[in-house]
């Protein structure tokens, strides 16, 4: 038997940001950004910027117009948005309510509004009940991927994964395994994994639909397994992680060269090769 614990993040980062307090916050440093970006970018002009200009610039401009935009049509609804968000989220977890298809709208309207509210300081990233839209200044290639996650000012779950991950470190697990079904949680799973390789001593392994589906391009990149993850796994992960707990505690994995049930495949540890664990 193995000592395992669960835990859902996505409820838990929703909950988080889905408050009064927070997006009172998001909306004041919003319409700070929105006065600072306007001195810069209201006379550039856009072709030459789309044209010439470098990343940060590219990325600076969208923010201030993705936010000029937002304010430009929900700007009389923003204090509704603040003091009714909670009440809002409580809709969505009491049955009576959820299943009063008005009340539930209402909710899910004002709950949208408050997903695009508190992303405007990371415009022009935004999430959404179940999506995540990315920079679309650049390409979703690994190198600009890794640049947004390493971007404090559009990946909105750095200061959260960052304050999880110290939570977290005491409990020395061996093993932490992340899901990542879609593309949404690319950005999020990588940012998670980046922190965990750094704060604790924990073998990461990533898996799920979507890094089924991207393996071969995951498996071009050395430096994602020498800073976000160790394994990959493809296919079903259950399963897998359950073998691998069990090789972990016989000290026969997670040994460079040491490898009893493995192999090196491009520099990279594959164990399992006939169930596909990487």
């Not at 898996?207 to 589906?213: D, E, I, M, R, V």
């Amino acid at each position: 038997r193995f000592n395992v614990k669960a835990c859902d993040l996505n409820i838990r980062f929703y909950n988080s940001i889905l408050t009064k307090k927070h997006t009172s916050e998001c909306h004041e440093k919003a319409k700070k950004l929105l006065s600072e970006l306007e001195n810069v970018y209201a006379e550039r002009d856009v072709e030459e910027l789309k044209k010439s200009g470098t990343y940060t610039e590219k990325t600076g401009f969208l923010k201030y117009q993705t936010i000029k935009k937002f304010y430009e049509q929900h700007e009389s609804e923003v204090a509704d948005i603040i003091e009714n968000i909670e009440k809002a989220v409580a809709v969505t977890k009491t049955a009576e309510d959820f299943y009063a298809p008005e009340k539930l709208a209402e909710a899910k309207h004002l709950i949208k509004l408050a997903l695009r509210l508190v992303s405007l300081p990371f415009a022009p990233n935004e999430i959404d009940f179940d999506n995540y839209y990315f920079n679309p200044a650049v390409n979703l290639d690994w190198c600009n991927v890794e640049k947004q996650v390493q971007d404090r000012s559009i990946n909105m779950f750095y200061d959260y994964f960052d304050a999880f991950t110290s939570e977290i470190k005491s409990e020395n697990y061996s093993i932490i395994s992340l899901s990542m079904t879609d593309l949404s949680q690319l950005i999020s799973v990588f940012t998670l994994a980046q922190m965990l390789k750094k704060k604790t001593d924990a073998k990461i392994i990533v898996g799920g639909n979507y890094s089924t589906q991207i393996y071969d391009e995951i498996m071009k990149h050395a430096d994602i397994f020498d800073g976000y993850i160790d394994y990959l796994v493809i296919g079903d992960g259950e399963h897998h992680r359950q073998r691998a707990a069990g090789l972990y505690i016989a000290g026969l994995v997670f040994e460079d060269r040491k490898l009893q049930l493995g192999q090196l495949l491009h520099g990279v540890r594959v164990l399992f090769p006939d169930v596909g664990l990487f």
